[in-house]
């Protein structure tokens, strides 16, 4: 990973709020900034350089992992708290630093404040999730990698699935599989949703079984080198009855309306439109109520987000997910995601797991 490449990306950022400074405080963003897996730790990004700010726990891992940043490390007898004020104090005295306002509680930003001393905090929003968008290669071979792991997990659930499995015994499954392929686990929980819990978008597994099951729907996702994959497939268990078949043809068919649409410069409510229209023109529209879409990366949910309310268009090296779906309460639900790299010529769908209808017929 280039991280003096994310850095350099990240000061353009700073300057362009007229800030001088910025103090990382996201878990993720850290890792993403200088590739710390540890936790508790921030980074302040100043005029001289990038100063990580952690505990005795970690330093020996900051020292493996992050060899040429420098490091305020606390003892037992040091607050956090007390380490900011003396990084702002060395490299920010005086100067417009900027906080991460979308990662601290107000409580917390209320002490940093307490703690600026000369300096003067600002609070800032997504600049490093906006640097996040933009995959670079490296980042788009692992998302590959992920996207292939979770695609033989799916099918080596779907090559296993009898009568009698819960949902629950079915997303347990569904993270072993993954794990043996190479995944660390599963990039969020896995959604096994059976029949009416279908009709459910984050339906949690439950003791629901597969005895008399019409649908299943599978979303999950691999993580893999801290980046996740994100599918769903939706499964007739049996021969698809008329109604099924006909919510399975819009979905599909919105789908690919919204894909064909995607290229950088295409504004991303565009994009949700051109599938929110075909589920209207077949009479559902009111039965999908969610977002089409989303970024993916060291998060299952990352910037951008495509909706009818979204700003901004999509950019070549966004990998975002297209996930339209239809919920009938306490019927069944019907969604179908792909990940999708947009690329300075138009777009590549990363994920090539079969989804006509045929392919996801399953005769237990």
């Known amino acids: 990973m280039n991280y003096a490449a994310r850095l350099d990306r990240l000061r353009s950022e700073i300057a362009s709020q007229s800030l001088d400074a910025l103090l990382v405080t996201s878990e993720i963003n850290v890792r993403y900034l200088t590739g710390f897996t540890g936790d508790s730790t921030y980074l302040l990004v100043h005029a001289e350089g990038e100063t990580l700010l952690s505990d005795r726990r970690y330093e020996t891992q900051l020292q493996q992992e992050c060899p040429d940043l420098e490091a305020l490390v606390r003892g037992p007898d040091r607050t956090m708290l007390q380490l900011v004020e003396q990084a702002l104090e060395k490299w920010a005295g005086n100067q417009r630093v900027g906080l991460e306002a979308d990662h601290v509680s107000w409580a917390d ?54 009568p009698g499995w819960t949902e629950l015994e079915m997303a347990h499954e569904v993270e072993s599989l993954m794990r043996r392929l190479g995944a660390s686990g599963c990039g969020f ?85 051109a599938a929110r229209q075909v589920i209207a023109d077949a009479g559902f529209g009111e039965y999908f109520g969610h977002g089409l879409g ?23 090296g966004m990998v975002v997910t297209v996930e339209p779906g239809i919920y009938l309460p306490g019927q069944f639900g019907v969604r179908i995601e792909d990940d999708v790299l947009i690329t300075a010529g138009g777009h590549e769908v990363l994920s090539e797991l079969a989804k006509g209808l045929e392919d996801c017929t399953v005769i237990l």
């Open 109 to 162: 930003q209320t002490q940093f404040a307490a703690a600026a001393g000369s300096s003067q905090l600002q609070p800032t929003s997504g600049l490093v999730e906006a640097i996040r968008c933009i995959k670079d290669e490296a980042e788009i071979a692992i998302l590959r990698r992920a996207v292939w792991i979770a695609e033989r997990t799916f099918e080596g659930l779907q090559a296993q699935l009898r």
């Open 294 to 316: 989303h970024g993916i990366g060291l998060q299952v949910h990352e910037f951008p987000r495509m909706a009818s309310i979204s700003k901004g268009t999509l950019e070549a």
């Open 189 to 273: 929980a896995p959604i096994l949703a059976v029949d009416a819990n279908a009709a459910l978008p984050h339906a949690h597994p439950g003791r629901q079984t597969l005895d008399q099951a019409e649908v299943l729907l599978v979303d999950w996702g691999a993580k893999y080198q801290g980046y996740t994959s994100d599918l769903t497939r939706t499964l007739s268990i049996g021969p698809p009855s008329d109604k099924f078949r006909q919510v399975y043809q819009v979905v599909l068919e919105a789908q690919q309306a919204a894909i064909d649409a995607m290229a950088p410069g295409v504004a991303l409510a565009e994009v949700d439109a």
